[in-house]
């Protein structure tokens, strides 16, 4: 390694690596020196610079509120919105205790019990749990960075939006008494064959949160990874950041299964397709794989962010940095993969192999290992440092507590054998409990209390969190303990009632009384949550002595995120840098300004933080409103078999996110670098892969890719689980017209790489001609797709292995379908402007894409028309 | 803009192997993982039936493969750790030299854990006989 220094700036621990010329790079001074730093700001500059950046972050007033997208407006929406969510759930949850509390108890029928106790799992997973981390994140984690705002604030918004529209649609359909009931893993045969709307509910509407979850996680990966303050190099990082990345790279793996689950599942209900229909070649297990497949890491990815909260409240009870860092990112990066190889244990009574269940009975136990390092590592940090318990840590410390009980009861379930006695009985309602509230709940409202003063410039009632801490720990215990014992003394799950004198009554009349406690404590907690605070003092600034960024904002609160973005050398900058908050305050570091008017944060480098870019991201708006509404009616409208509406919507929602695109994204600036303070310009449009953009489509594509390969998954699943896949003597798709399709589409994605590559080195007709080919050799591909399953007549619902080809081919039609509208897109922005030889970020963007595209072309053709002849 | 090297690809190029190293224990896991229920699956659903001892074997197999690999990336891990030259475990400051030692520390522990995650998936393989 090559270090250079310029001379008469080495500061101690500090490299320095000036920036090498370059046309459209940075150029200047990087890293600041001391003497730069020790530089006072002329205070009329800084009042002036205050005044035209709080104009730039102005949050909208009266109803225009609504149109703010800022990270900090949305992130309230978003988690209070969870909220609500859980607090219906758990109301469900009570309806479903009070039946429950006597035997032979008629205070629910069976039916809506059955749509009770779904919406209640659904509810919690889907609505709140997941939710509630993206909602989070999008809250505190620019803080973290000490950056201004996440990349695509506008993204974020379009997701809340899309998830209060989907969540209410949900759970509205329980107030209709036509909410899913087939439990919340939606099993064939009985939720295909269900005739009521429910199980349509289900798969549209939280298939609608799973785009917006996908969403949420390109946001975060992308704000971790390319907007860390300069200087904030992978090793010094917040450990809450590593696990964003973990857990949005674990969101991209895990949610594209269920999704495609959920396009084969809703083919069969709509269309009668026989994916999971074992007479025509289907089979319900393939369901069960998908399921799971998202089912299990879902549950890490719900874990993760919350220990995540632990790991920064730990070091501040413990007022010293944490232990094992290096291990406590492992133990993320470990449990992800790990979490990966556990799906079948929820289906260890399905009869597969045993030697296959042994697999994944030994995965389960490994993951323990990563798992318990990080236990262990909050451990020592409590142990080696001087602990003040604070409410957060007490809530932190009855997590762990729960957590490790829970944890305990896995490692029992985990053994097949013992899994078959005790499956599907309360025994597993009991685990999986104790490790939700251990490894979601309690943490999340320790991060709560710990963040609130952050939040809302405000602090929580000391009093009324101790009171609500015992409350739902007392209760959480009295409801779940014994809920083990009812479980092994053998009642089943899911029952709405059960006969007197089995020995099951008190069990789960204390249990009943137990789920009261705990909603006692949730009433203390939310009152204070939102009981008006307005004449209590304002709180110190860092009320916790905590060392890590988010506790340099301001009180009262401003909406620029951080008055500058700071040069940070440190894990714990507020412990370490004696002098960073002043001089952020002051204005000393980058960014402190808003010449143009324009909201801006900073781009920094993947592994190092070496600024790259100012990006100017994108203020107020109505248009992610109207896209969240008309991608709402898309999904919704199809369970009524509204079929034409679903398309109008579907074209609206379309048409909105391309006015968004070409409204506010890559712009072309009226100048091609800025003063980014502290001796360092920076550019304001960077294309390829030192863009935003960029890696916001790769990290999208990656998720699309995964569900591709379920879909692929699903076709080797039916043959080696189905002795007539394919059928004898059945239709294949046509070679002739598969391989022109091929042809054709590889030469589309030919023309589009062409177009990139030409931009700036050719004439802007040929790259024109280029961009004009590749969407006509696009349809005309797609084309040849459609016609290659449809010349031999092969007829989906006869059988599932004609269904498979249509399914795969329809995925793809789509895919393509889609990336006409890119190659359009870039067509027309050439013909504007928008485009030009040096300004070509579109351009690269739709390439990628393409390059995905091309794959999956591949891999359809030869899944559709070469191997079902080998098999 | 040839000749330029902005600064993702240069920590990039710099880092390409220490990236590599992280991911390429959990990896050698999921293949191995992978491999070995595929191969199960298969075998038990389109194999001859009776013994499945072959399928022991070539578990076994895939086994001193995964665990070869994952030593291999464990010894390279830990030459970039480079413990033994300072004897530093926090790699907590603003350097090159921290985080590349950083990089190579977590990958070596996410060795180990691969290959006890490895050995844990291979036990079915030695103790199981039949696919029922």
């Given at each position: 390694m090559t270090d250079h220094i310029l001379p008469g700036s080495r500061r101690p621990g500090v490299e320095e690596t000036p920036f090498e010329a370059e046309a459209h790079g940075p150029e200047g001074i990087y890293p600041p020196t001391e003497e730069m730093l020790r530089e006072p700001v002329d205070p009329d500059v800084a009042k002036a610079q205050e005044a035209r950046l709080r104009k730039a972050w102005k949050t909208p007033t009266g109803w225009r509120y609504w149109s703010a997208v800022n990270n900090s407006e949305v992130g309230v929406w978003y988690s209070m919105t969870a909220f609500v969510f859980m607090l219906l759930a758990g109301i469900l949850a009570l309806a479903v205790r009070v039946q429950l509390a006597v035997p032979d108890n008629d205070f629910l029928s069976a039916d809506r019990f059955n749509q009770f106790f779904t919406m209640h799992g659904s509810a919690m997973m889907f609505?709140?749990?997941?939710?509630?981390?993206?909602?989070?994140?999008?809250?505190?984690?620019?803080?973290?960075?000490?950056?201004?705002?996440?990349?695509?604030?506008?993204?974020?918004?379009?997701?809340?939006?899309?998830?209060?529209?989907?969540?209410?649609?949900?759970?509205?359909?329980?107030?209709?008494?036509?909410?899913?009931?087939?439990?919340?893993?939606?099993?064939?045969?009985?939720?295909?064959?269900?005739?009521?709307?429910?199980?349509?509910?289900?798969?549209?509407?939280?298939?609608?949160?799973?785009?917006?979850?996908?969403?949420?996680?390109?946001?975060?990966?992308?704000?971790?990874?390319?907007?860390?303050?300069?200087?904030?190099?992978?090793?010094?990082m917040p450990l809450y950041a590593w696990y964003v990345l973990v857990v949005g790279g674990m969101i991209l793996f895990a949610f594209p299964p269920l999704i495609a689950g959920d396009f084969l599942f809703e083919l069969e209900r709509s269309f009668d397709w026989p994916f999971f229909d074992p007479t025509r070649g289907g089979d319900p297990m393939l369901w069960q794989h998908l399921f799971w497949i998202f089912g299990h890491p879902e549950v890490y990815i719900i874990f993760l962010p919350s220990i995540a909260i632990a790991a920064m409240v730990v070091p501040t009870a413990a007022q010293r940095p944490i232990v094992g860092y290096s291990w406590i990112v492992l133990s993320a990066v470990g449990t992800g993969f790990l979490s990966f190889g556990l799906w079948v244990h929820h289906m260890f009574t399905t009869g597969l192999p045993t030697i296959s269940l042994g697999f994944f009975s030994a995965a389960s136990e490994a993951v323990v290992i990563p798992t318990g390092v990080q236990l262990f590592a909050f451990a020592a940090t409590l142990m080696v440092g001087k602990v003040r318990m604070s409410l957060p840590m007490l809530w932190i410390s009855g997590a762990l507590a729960i957590f490790v009980a829970g944890g305990l009861t896995g490692v029992m379930v985990a053994i097949a054998p013992f899994d078959w006695q005790v499956h599907d009985t309360y025994f597993i309602v009991a685990h999986l409990h104790y490790t939700l509230f251990g490894g979601m709940v309690f943490p999340v409202i320790g991060g709560v209390y710990y963040f609130y003063p952050f939040i809302r410039k405000k602090k929580l009632s000391d009093r009324m969190g101790r009171w609500a801490f015992w409350l739902i720990f007392a209760g959480f215990n009295l409801t779940f303990l014994p809920m083990h014992l009812t479980g092994l003394k053998g009642m089943p799950r899911r029952v709405f009632t059960y006969p007197g004198d089995i020995g099951w009554d008190w069990l789960n009349l204390v249990s009943s009384v137990g789920a009261f406690v705990i909603a006692a404590g949730f009433a203390i907690f939310a009152w204070d949550l939102v009981r008006p605070k307005g004449r209590q003092a304002d709180p110190a600034r860092n009320p916790w002595g905590a060392g890590t960024l988010e506790w340099s904002h301001e009180i009262p609160e401003e909406f620029w995120g951080v008055r500058s973005i700071p040069h940070i050398t440190s894990r714990y900058p507020l412990w370490d840098q004696p002098d960073l908050v002043a001089r952020m305050d002051a204005g000393r570091f980058y960014l402190p300004d808003a010449e143009e008017g324009r909201r801006e944060t900073m781009i920094t480098s993947v592994i190092d933080a070496t600024p790259m870019q100012v990006l100017r991201v994108t203020g107020p708006a109505w248009v992610t409103i109207w896209a969240a509404i008309f991608t709402g009616g898309a999904f919704i409208f199809p369970t009524f078999h509204w079929y034409p509406p679903a398309i109008i919507c579907g074209g609206l929602a379309i048409a909105c996110v391309i006015y968004w695109l070409w409204t506010s994204t890559a712009e072309i600036p009226e100048k091609e670098k800025k003063d980014a303070g502290l001796g360092l310009k920076l550019p304001i449009y960077v294309s390829g892969p030192k863009a935003a953009g960029w890696w916001g489509v790769w990290i999208t594509m990656l998720g699309d890719s995964t569900a591709f390969a379920s879909l692929v998954f699903g076709v080797f699943f039916y043959w080696t689980a189905r002795p007539d896949f394919p059928p004898?003597?059945?239709?294949?798709?046509?070679?002739?017209?598969?391989?022109?399709?091929?042809?054709?589409?590889?030469?589309?994605?030919?023309?589009?790489?062409?177009?990139?590559?030409?931009?700036?080195?050719?004439?802007?007709?040929?790259?024109?001609?280029?961009?004009?080919?590749?969407?006509?050799?696009?349809?005309?591909?797609?084309?040849?797709?459609?016609?290659?399953?449809?010349?031999?007549?092969?007829?989906?619902?006869?059988?599932?292995?004609?269904?498979?080809?249509?399914?795969?081919?329809?995925?793809?039609?789509?895919?393509?379908?889609?990336?006409?509208?890119?190659?359009?897109?870039?067509?027309?922005?050439?013909?504007?402007?928008?485009?030009?030889?040096?300004?070509?970020?579109?351009?690269?963007?739709?390439?990628?894409?393409?390059?995905?595209?091309?794959?999956?072309?591949?891999v359809t053709v030869a899944v559709t028309a070469g191997l079902p002849r080998l098999l | 803009m040839t000749k330029t090297q902005p600064s993702d690809e240069r920590e990039f190029a710099e880092e390409q192997s220490s990236l590599f190293k992280i991911t390429?224990?959990?990896?050698?896991?999921?293949?191995?993982?992978?491999?070995?229920?595929?191969?199960?699956?298969?075998?038990?659903?389109?194999?001859?039936?009776?013994?499945?001892?072959?399928?022991?074997?070539?578990?076994?197999?895939?086994?001193?493969?995964?665990?070869?690999?994952?030593?291999?990336?464990?010894?390279?891990?830990?030459?970039?750790?480079?413990?033994?030259?300072?004897?530093?475990?926090?790699?907590?400051?603003?350097?090159?030299?921290?985080?590349?030692?950083?990089?190579?520390?977590?990958?070596?522990?996410?060795?180990?854990?691969?290959?006890?995650?490895?050995?844990?998936?291979?036990l079915p393989a030695l103790y199981i006989g039949t696919c029922r």
């Open positions: 609505l709140f749990a997941v939710p509630m981390f993206e909602a989070i994140s999008i809250l505190i984690l620019p803080a973290f960075l000490g950056a201004r705002d996440m990349p695509f604030p506008r993204l974020s918004a379009y997701g809340y939006w899309c998830f209060l529209i989907g969540g209410v649609f949900v759970m509205g359909s329980i107030l209709f008494g036509v909410a899913p009931d087939a439990g919340w893993f939606m099993y064939p045969p009985l939720a295909t064959q269900h005739s009521g709307m429910g199980s349509d509910i289900w798969l549209l509407g939280l298939s609608f949160i799973e785009v917006a979850s996908i969403a949420a996680a390109v946001e975060l990966i992308v704000g971790v990874l390319k907007c860390r303050p300069p200087g904030m190099r992978v090793n010094i004898e003597g059945t239709d294949h798709a046509a070679w002739a017209l598969s391989l022109l399709a091929l042809a054709l589409l590889v030469g589309s994605w030919a023309a589009t790489f062409g177009a990139r590559y030409l931009n700036g080195r050719s004439h802007w007709r040929t790259v024109m001609t280029s961009l004009v080919a590749a969407p006509l050799l696009a349809a005309a591909g797609c084309a040849a797709l459609i016609f290659a399953v449809r010349v031999p007549d092969l007829q989906p619902t006869t059988h599932v292995y004609p269904a498979v080809l249509w399914a795969l081919t329809i995925w793809t039609v789509v895919h393509v379908g889609a990336g006409i509208i890119m190659q359009l897109y870039c067509l027309a922005a050439l013909l504007a402007g928008k485009i030009t030889p040096r300004h070509d970020a579109p351009l690269w963007n739709i390439t990628l894409y393409w390059h995905f595209i091309c794959l999956t072309v591949i | 390429l224990g959990p990896l050698a896991w999921a293949l191995h993982f992978v491999a070995s229920y595929a191969a199960a699956a298969v075998w038990c659903a389109k194999g001859p039936g009776g013994s499945i001892l072959p399928l022991r074997l070539g578990i076994g197999a895939m086994t001193a493969v995964a665990l070869g690999l994952i030593l291999w990336v464990g010894w390279r891990a830990w030459q970039q750790w480079d413990f033994t030259d300072d004897w530093d475990y926090e790699h907590a400051r603003a350097r090159g030299e921290d985080r590349h030692e950083f990089l190579g520390h977590a990958a070596f522990l996410l060795a180990i854990v691969s290959f006890v995650g490895t050995c844990y998936t291979a």
